[in-house]
């Protein structure tokens, strides 16, 4: 017994003292321990000053590209100002774009890169580069332009990731510490993005990389993240104001539902999974096409090809299916009423296929924002045939199925934070989280999924 108590005491005199928790330093080659408290809060507040001039920085390079983009799309859908007046011209222009699609990246081989690739590899190796930021613009460009079903934030937030990170190494091979700022870049593109100062904030937290040469507090991380959230989110706003060029995600009204109208709801969840198991077959059958394809000769050109004839075909009966849904789903918020039902709920399970089989085939671009038109499309439909308060059911099936088609209710509920009101929040999270969480068919659960590479 004796024997036993004294290799006790030896084992607690030979362990390591404990650290206090969290006790490293703001930023260990910025300053020592030894630094007075005034000098300390000088630098802190010099940091987050940096980290919202470049947030700004960020919220104007967003808002230049997305009005290139715009601009493009524009120029080759209504190039004369006026509506195009055949029947095929749908087919026409979006099978030219897979074919243009297709030719430049066999010759440049060169790809958007996904959101989740973007964040992946930043978290696993504290940086991200592109090894032509040319091309990579034009890559993102192109499938946009020519009305793909994808969203904005993918080819954005790599573009912007890469150029931040470069700016860090520089400032790094000049003795800079401060470069560490720019590690919330990732907050700040996606602030800037979605129009959502939450939505940065939450994916940063979530993706904040294992390669800490700095050595700082993840909670001094947050509130960087937080001073580029803010920045971009203002950066992008004000731009938008004075030029009057609209931006983000929709705003939709109060919920007014009262009283047995909230049985709905259940409904809702239900149409949600529904888009969900959608979104994820149509990603399982296009992935099958895509290794079929691939075994062409030309398959690279192929596969853009048959994505571009397919959603040009679609878009004959249900134009809003193409494009990225930012603008269109405003459109729907002021013209929903004099749809049919049939068109609305027909829009938004055709969008939830649309965008997988884009992406699969070579349109590669983001899920975020088509997936949120899908939503809102469906969420409309539903209130047609119902009579059953609009935002609710908006609410409810758009929440639900973007957590569904993610697989991310946290990030989901983030991004649409901004879109519904305060009172609105408690039922989005209730929708995320529920459909979030409904399992999916075995066969559906591919390993290189969309949104969880």
């Known amino acids: 017994m004796t024997t036993r108590l004294h290799n006790d005491q030896t084992k607690r005199v030979l362990r390591k003292p404990r650290k206090p928790r969290d006790a490293r330093p703001y930023i260990r080659e910025s300053w020592d321990l030894g630094s007075t408290p005034s ?4 630098a802190g507040i010099a940091m987050v000053a940096l980290a919202l001039a470049l947030g700004f920085v960020i919220g104007l390079a967003v808002f230049a590209v997305m009005n290139l983009s715009i601009w493009l799309t524009e120029l080759i859908w209504n190039g004369t100002g006026t509506t195009p007046r055949f029947p095929w011209f749908s087919v026409v222009v979006c099978t030219l774009g897979g074919l243009v699609i297709g030719i430049w990246t066999h010759l440049s081989h060169d790809k958007v890169h996904e959101l989740e690739e973007v964040l992946y590899k930043f978290k696993t190796t504290g940086s991200f580069h592109l090894e032509s930021p040319g091309k990579a613009v034009v890559s993102f460009l192109l499938p946009l332009s020519f009305g793909g079903s994808v969203g904005f934030e993918a080819g954005l937030t790599g573009l912007i990731t890469a150029g931040c990170c470069w700016i860090r190494d520089r400032l790094k091979a000049m003795g800079l510490a401060q470069a560490e700022v720019a590690d919330a870049t990732i907050a700040a593109s996606l602030s800037a993005i ?7 904030l939450v994916a940063a937290a979530e993706s904040s990389h294992d390669v800490d040469d700095y050595n700082m507090r993840r909670s001094v991380k947050l509130v960087l993240y937080l001073a580029a959230a803010v920045g971009a989110f203002g950066g992008i706003h004000l731009f938008s104001t004075l030029l009057g060029n609209a931006s983000g995600l929709p705003r939709f009204g109060a919920i007014a539902a009262t009283g047995t109208e909230f049985l709905w709801i259940v409904p809702c969840l239900a149409l949600a999974y529904l888009l969900t198991l959608i979104f994820h077959a149509s990603d ?3 992935r099958t096409g895509a290794s079929i394809l691939d075994t062409l000769p030309f398959g690279t050109i192929a596969k853009p090809v048959v994505a571009g004839f397919i959603i ?10 193409l ?3 930012e603008s269109q789903a405003h459109e729907l918020m002021g013209t929903w ?8 709920l027909a829009t938004g399970l055709l969008k939830a296929a649309a965008t997988p089989l884009c992406i699969r085939l070579g349109w590669i671009g ?4 088509p997936c949120i038109f899908a939503g809102v499309a469906c969420g409309y439909g539903l209130a047609t045939i119902t009579g059953v308060d609009p935002m609710l059911l908006v609410t409810i099936t758009t929440s639900g199925f973007l957590a569904g088609a993610t697989r991310k209710p946290l990030l989901s509920v983030a991004i649409l934070a901004l879109c519904f009101p305060l009172t609105g929040l408690l039922w989005s999270a209730l929708a995320a989280l529920i459909v979030g969480a409904l399992p999916l ?3 559906l659960q591919a390993k290189e999924g969309l949104s969880h590479d």
Do not use: E, N
């Open 194 to 200: 979605f129009g959502a100062p939450l939505a940065g």
């Open 312 to 321: 040009g075909l679609v878009a004959m009966a249900f134009p809003l299916v």
């Open 323 to 325: 494009f990225p849904g």
């Open 366 to 369: 983001g899920v975020f924002f």
């Open 39 to 42: 000098q300390t809060a000088g």
């Open 284 to 286: 399982f059958g296009s």
């Open 337 to 344: 009423q004099s749809w049919t039902a049939v068109a609305l």
């Open 441 to 443: 068919p075995y066969i």
